[in-house]
């Protein structure tokens, strides 16, 4: 099926072009300025009315919408999670387990197994990100203290091996005994290693980089920052995520976890090469919930929605993001004052080169899969396209 998308304006690297995109079966054929000429051939032509066409997002990490979570232990909650990411320009994501017990664990990967092959009209799944369960108690955030472990070759290799393919990215603290090798690991089978919920100093950090932990979760939030001992200032893995060359790092861009001044910080010190957004988010993203529950029904944590945030029920800290990516580029577009061009290619390019899928997807050119998104000037969605065909429109 050949579908024409005309009168845009395309959100490529480096420009905003005015023209047109023709796609073939799934992927992009032709991507040209100006009018179309009358001759080009179409079973479908979208007129895109002069609004932006933007790569599909890709979104790295999420632990669900809808009023789901992926911890739920059911494949429903992974499609309803999935289906409501898409409703909001999410075309490609790394669902994200809680730290659980192993048992838990396991069965999420074998619902994600599932939902991936049942899932249809929807967004590409793309493997899981596991956040923990080898984490610093010191720096747990929301995560189950109880269920907190040091790293096991036993059990992180079990998963890989037994359910090759549906790992992609690991959250793990470095400094923890076991966590070089199990970089080393990770690395060696196509496995994003992530530093995160960590008390890591610089030189831990440096060591940790060599060992393939090349990307920092939610930087800012669950993090080691400066110390001092003896009087000297020594830097923990936020300023280490800064520093390195090389390292990438994922911001969770919903102007609350991090205000507007240090979303643009980031941005201007690591730049949209080695920033990602990500809305991190917990089952309320999508609704208009009041009260929930972040993490598992049966023993999850309860918070209340406030202020574009869930809260601890004393209000005393965040219970999770409700965010979903549309809000984070405009976000980043209205109020950190980024180019639009830098907020898409830090939705879009950038995430899929951390996971190594930039070759079919995150921009707009030739070659790659027609993954495509028609948003107006105020990150409204209008239009969401997988492989070339409309999975939603705004009615």
């Given at each position: ?9 395309i ?6 072009l ?5 796609t ?9 300025s100006?009018v ?11 007129n ?6 933007s790569?599909g ?10 009023g789901?979570d ?14 409501t990411h898409m409703?909001?320009?999410t ?5 994200t387990?809680?730290t659980a017990s192993?048992?838990d664990?396991?069965?999420c990967v ?11 009209n ?7 990100h ?9 720096y ?11 790293p ?7 998963l890989?091996e ?10 793990t603290?470095?400094?923890l005994?076991?966590?070089l ?13 992530s ?6 100093d610089y030189?831990t ?13 939610h930087?800012?939030?669950a993090?080691?920052s ?6 000297f ?5 936020l300023?280490?995520?800064l520093?390195?060359?090389g390292?990438?790092v ?6 609350c ?7 643009s910080?980031t941005?201007?010190t ?5 920033t990602s957004?990500?809305c991190?988010s917990?089952?309320?993203a999508?609704?208009d ?6 993490g ?8 209340l929605i406030?202020?574009g ?5 004393d ?7 409700i ?16 180019p639009l061009i830098d907020?898409v290619?830090?939705?879009c ?9 930039d070759?079919?997807k995150g ?8 993954d ?10 209008k239009?969401?396209m ?10």
């Amino acid at each position: 099926m050949r579908v024409l998308l005309y009168n845009a304006n395309i959100i490529l690297r480096n420009e905003i072009l005015y023209g047109y995109v023709l796609t073939d079966h799934g992927t992009i054929l032709a991507v040209e300025s100006g009018v179309p000429a009358d001759g080009i051939e179409a079973d479908e032509k979208i007129n895109v009315d002069g609004q932006y066409l933007s790569p599909g997002f890709v979104e790295l990490h999420t632990h669900g919408a809808g009023g789901a979570d992926f911890m739920d232990g059911t494949v429903s909650a992974f499609l309803t999670a999935a289906r409501t990411h898409m409703e909001h320009g999410t075309t490609s994501l790394l669902p994200t387990s809680l730290t659980a017990s192993p048992e838990d664990t396991k069965k999420c990967v074998e619902n994600f197994i599932s939902a991936k092959s049942k899932l249809k009209n929807g967004p590409n799944l793309l493997g899981l990100h596991m956040e923990g369960p080898y984490l610093n108690p010191i720096y747990k955030g929301a995560m189950n203290e109880s269920y907190l472990r040091l790293p096991n070759p036993n059990e992180y290799i079990s998963l890989i091996e037994n359910y090759k393919g549906a790992i992609l990215r690991w959250t793990t603290a470095p400094e923890l005994p076991g966590a070089l090798e199990m970089g080393d690991y990770l690395t060696s089978h196509g496995i994003c290693a992530s530093i995160g919920h960590s008390a890591a100093d610089y030189q831990t950090v440096q060591e940790a980089f060599r060992h393939g932990y090349t990307h920092v979760t939610h930087l800012y939030s669950a993090m080691s920052s400066i110390t001092r001992r003896d009087g000297f200032r020594y830097p923990g893995v936020l300023e280490s995520a800064l520093i390195l060359d090389g390292m990438t790092v994922e911001i969770i861009a919903d102007g609350c976890h991090l205000p507007p001044e240090l979303l643009s910080m980031t941005y201007r010190t690591k730049g949209a090469d080695y920033t990602s957004l990500t809305c991190d988010s917990m089952r309320c993203a999508g609704t208009d919930a009041k009260e929930s529950v972040l993490g598992c029904l049966t023993d999850g944590l309860p918070v209340l929605i406030e202020d574009g945030v869930a809260k601890l029920m004393d209000r005393s800290g965040f219970g999770g993001s409700i965010a979903t990516d549309d809000r984070l580029i405009r976000t980043m577009y209205k109020d950190a004052d980024v180019p639009l061009i830098d907020c898409v290619r830090m939705m879009c390019e950038t995430p899929a080169r951390i996971i190594g899928i930039d070759k079919q997807k995150g921009a707009i050119a030739c070659g790659k899969d027609a993954d495509l998104v028609i948003f107006d000037d105020d990150i409204n969605i209008k239009r969401v396209m997988i492989q070339g065909n409309t999975t939603y429109q705004y009615k």
